[in-house]
Each structure stands twice: as structure tokens, then as C-alpha cells.
């Protein structure tokens, strides 16, 4: 009788152990739920903390990359603790020298049309209060900056890494194909990554643009179009950019392909070259063709032809009216 209640015992010792073991497994999945539940909401916190100090008047600063100061817009800060040249067009450099343009997205400078959607590049684009571009227009990579001569789609429909610095050859005869993942290579951290520029870049910067002053519509007086003239310094091409040369203060009466950022005549917001010398892919593709915009006009057409405003979507294939520029995506 009494083995019988001992083993009777036994057996409500373990349900009971049962229980409780069950009861431990249940309260540690719980409390590791709600430390789950915490470190979401302090990650979340932490990304609402970065936006907020991050404004269209107080640019992020990428790694890499230190505050250059311009004529035209300073870094420094005025009486009320704002930055002095936040809508003059503030510059950044890497290490390298590559330098960008900051470009303000502000209630203040918004039209209807930048109304964001759900799109997830779209939040990117927005999140920071405004975007890098290029100063330049994309440069030759290294490996190139030294040929002047013979230059075609056979030297040129290549992928490299493209520069943004002054006095360097354009990148045309590319394809698009290539100048999109040329672009990609210039950054491919975890902090930062580029890009073409988007349709939708080019259409903020132009308003920006025009809101600054500048003529969208007719750039006669700061592009290099056919019907252009002006002094520069530095190497230009007569021949569609087949053949390049050094040119001391001469006059440009003709229709030439001048090397990045020759002359401030054609500076926007410290952006050279948004306007004629050459059109820019954008990664933004034509409806449901092969073609992708491009935009800005080019040096061959008319200052009102080859405007800032002026889209195009005809050829991917590499020619030498077309290069591009490039974005940074800020993570």
C-alpha cells in the first residue's frame, strides 16, 4: 500500500515539475519578446533621432567626406545658429577630392509634384531634407584622364570608377548600361552608395534652381550651348570629343565639349554644367521602352533647345553628346 502512494507521489512531483519547467519556459519567452519589442522601439527611436537632426538647413555629413567652403556658400553659422549657405548650394569632398552639392527639400522650396509615395527610394531620397549631387558632370576615371586623343565608343563604353572634380575630360561615348553601373561603383559602403541621377533628382534641382534666379528655360547665360559665347581656360574638344586640347583664356564661339567645371560662367548653386555641354542619363527608364531619360541639352543645341529643363528619351546606346551625373545615397 505505502509503495503504491509513494509511487503516486512520484508521479505528482513531475507534473508538478512539469508545470512549473513549463510555466519558466513560457515567462522567458515573454521576457524575451518584450527585450525584442525594446530594442525595435530604441532602433526606431534612434532612426526618428537621425532624421530630426538631420534638416533641408543642416545637411548630414557623409563619412568620408569634409565641408568645403565656396564664395558662393559657407559652412559657417550665422547670428541665429544656422547654416549661412544651406540654399546656395554647400560642397563636400572626399578624400580624393570627388566633390558634391547639397540640394535642399524643404516645405519652403516644395512644389506639389515632390509629394512622396510609399516608394522605398523615394523615403531615401527624402528623409534627409535634401540629396548630394555631383558638382561635375562625370569625369573620365584615372586610367583615362590622360588620353586626348582617338577617344570613342571603343574607349570609352567601358564601366569605371567616374570622378566629380574640375578639369577633367566628360565621360561620353558610354552606354547607359554602363554609366549606370560606372556610377554605382564611385561609393559602395554601408554608409553611403551612388547612383545615376534620377529623373526625379534632376526635376528638384531644376526648380531649386529656378527658384534661385536661374532662366530654366533659356540658358544663354550659363550653359554651353551652339549659340554660347565666352571665355574660358582649360581643355575643350571641337569634334565631338574625339580629340582634346589646352585652351589659355580663348573665346568659345563654336560648338565644343569643354572639360568639367572650365568656368563659373556656367556655375548654378556651385553645380557646373547643369545646362548644355553635355546631356546626363538618369536611371529614371521611358515608360515601358529600353530608353531612359536624359536631361540638360547639350553643346551642338541652342541655349533655349539645351536647356536645364529640356528631358530626352531616345538613346541608350554611346554617343558623344551624353554623359552623366551622380547621386549619393545616404544610409
Request: with cysteine; aromatic share 12%; hydrophobic share 35%.
Amino acid at each position: 500500500m505505502r509503495k503504491k502512494y509513494v509511487k503516486v507521489l512520484l508521479i505528482v512531483i513531475m507534473i508538478i515539475c512539469i508545470i512549473i519547467y513549463a510555466v519558466m519556459q513560457i515567462k522567458t519567452a515573454l521576457l524575451d519578446n518584450k527585450k525584442q519589442d525594446e530594442l525595435q522601439n530604441e532602433t526606431s527611436n534612434e532612426q526618428v533621432k537621425i532624421y530630426k537632426v538631420s534638416t533641408y538647413n543642416n545637411p548630414i555629413i557623409p563619412d568620408g567626406f569634409k565641408k568645403v567652403e565656396t564664395e558662393n556658400a559657407s559652412w559657417e553659422l550665422d547670428d541665429n545658429g544656422e547654416i549661412k549657405g544651406w540654399n546656395n548650394g554647400l560642397v563636400i569632398e572626399d578624400e580624393i577630392g570627388n566633390q558634391f552639392v547639397w540640394v535642399p527639400i524643404s516645405d519652403k522650396y516644395n512644389d506639389e509634384d515632390y509629394i512622396i509615395s510609399e516608394d522605398i527610394e523615394e523615403i531615401q531620397l527624402f528623409k534627409y531634407g535634401g540629396f548630394y549631387v555631383s558638382r561635375f558632370e562625370a569625369g573620365v576615371p584615372e586610367n583615362l584622364q590622360s588620353t586626348l586623343s582617338g577617344i570613342s565608343s571603343e574607349t570609352n563604353d567601358i564601366i569605371g570608377k567616374p570622378v566629380s572634380k574640375k578639369n577633367i575630360i566628360p565621360w561620353n561615348y558610354i552606354s547607359y548600361q554602363n554609366a549606370n553601373e560606372s556610377a554605382k561603383l564611385m561609393y559602395n559602403t554601408e554608409k553611403v552608395k551612388s547612383s545615376l541621377m534620377s529623373l526625379k533628382e534632376s526635376t528638384i534641382i531644376v526648380n531649386w534652381l529656378e527658384k534661385s534666379g536661374y532662366d530654366i528655360h533659356d540658358s544663354t547665360n550659363w550653359g554651353n550651348c551652339s549659340n554660347t559665347a565666352f571665355k574660358f581656360s582649360g581643355l575643350y574638344s571641337a569634334d565631338t570629343g574625339n580629340n582634346y586640347q589646352y585652351a589659355n583664356n580663348m573665346l568659345k564661339d563654336d560648338n565644343m565639349i569643354l572639360a568639367t567645371g572650365v568656368t563659373d560662367r556656367n556655375m548654378s548653386n556651385n553645380i557646373y554644367d547643369f545646362a548644355g555641354n553635355l546631356r546626363e542619363y538618369t536611371n529614371t527608364q521611358y515608360e515601358n521602352t529600353k530608353y531612359h531619360f536624359s536631361v540638360g541639352g547639350y553643346y551642338a543645341r541652342n541655349s533655349i533647345m539645351g536647356s536645364a529643363s529640356e528631358q530626352y528619351a531616345f538613346s541608350d546606346e554611346p554617343i558623344g553628346t551624353t554623359g552623366f551625373r551622380v547621386c549619393l545615397n545616404i544610409l
